[in-house]
């Protein structure tokens, strides 16, 4: 089995051409070369984290190990939002608990000790619930991207690529919104075959 860099370089690679033949395509129909330049951009970028998607399913990779410590990041934060919203109720609950009443910086270093306690429990407890959730490296997490970025580019592509491009010739904004929503998904794709699980 391919490692990380292995995976990634491919990626790059086989999206870099895949990126110049959609640019190339993109620039022969309707001449426009700030946009084929900006799908060409993508294609060489966003593949890497694309291929980096199906290992998530691997306790040990670094695909994993980022995606602990993002959801760690947006529940401390997501917490910390929560708190700071209720935090008059909080420390009034608080201060009758121990019979004493705070001034402001008191307060915020009350409200900043329970946010760094959440942010242990978090780091203690979002590992252990994503290994719950995906217990076995090459189970099917390891090709949901692939499912869900297909259905998501399809459903794009109907609802909004189609009808546009019948109306108009793409500009930036589209031509690169397209090439960021099908790139990451070449990088699956370019994973997913490598692991030999296209065959």
């Given at each position: 089995m391919p490692g990380n860099e292995e995976h990634r370089r491919g990626a790059v690679i086989t999206g870099g051409v895949?990126?110049?033949?959609?640019?190339?395509?993109?620039?022969?129909?309707?001449?426009?070369?700030?946009?084929?330049?900006?799908?060409?951009?993508?294609?060489?970028?966003?593949?890497a984290i694309g291929t980096d998607l199906p290992d998530t399913d691997s306790h040990s990779s670094l695909p994993r190990k980022r995606l602990n410590h993002l959801l760690i990041g947006v529940c401390t934060l997501g917490g910390a939002v929560v708190i700071y919203r209720f935090r008059e109720t909080l420390i009034s609950a608080?201060?009758?608990?121990?019979?004493?009443?705070?001034?402001?910086?008191?307060?915020?270093i009350i409200i900043?000790?329970?946010?760094?306690t959440l942010f242990l429990a978090a780091k203690a407890g979002v590992p252990k619930a994503v290994q719950a959730v995906m217990p076995a490296h090459r189970g099917p997490m390891h090709s949901?991207?692939?499912?869900?970025?297909?259905?998501?580019?399809?459903?794009?592509?109907?609802?909004?690529?189609i009808p546009f491009l019948s109306i108009q010739s793409p500009g930036l904004p589209e031509a690169v919104f397209g090439a960021v929503l099908v790139a990451p998904l070449w990088g699956v794709i370019d994973h997913l075959g490598r692991d030999g699980e296209l065959t």
């Amino acid at each position: 089995m391919p490692g990380n860099e292995e995976h990634r370089r491919g990626a790059v690679i086989t999206g870099g051409v895949v990126g110049i033949i959609a640019a190339a395509g993109l620039f022969h129909l309707y001449g426009n070369a700030l946009a084929s330049v900006g799908v060409l951009t993508a294609f060489f970028i966003l593949p890497a984290i694309g291929t980096d998607l199906p290992d998530t399913d691997s306790h040990s990779s670094l695909p994993r190990k980022r995606l602990n410590h993002l959801l760690i990041g947006v529940c401390t934060l997501g917490g910390a939002v929560v708190i700071y919203r209720f935090r008059e109720t909080l420390i009034s609950a608080v201060s009758s608990w121990t019979q004493s009443t705070y001034v402001a910086y008191q307060e915020y270093i009350i409200i900043g000790a329970i946010v760094f306690t959440l942010f242990l429990a978090a780091k203690a407890g979002v590992p252990k619930a994503v290994q719950a959730v995906m217990p076995a490296h090459r189970g099917p997490m390891h090709s949901a991207p692939l499912w869900i970025g297909t259905f998501a580019v399809l459903g794009v592509a109907g609802i909004y690529y189609i009808p546009f491009l019948s109306i108009q010739s793409p500009g930036l904004p589209e031509a690169v919104f397209g090439a960021v929503l099908v790139a990451p998904l070449w990088g699956v794709i370019d994973h997913l075959g490598r692991d030999g699980e296209l065959t």
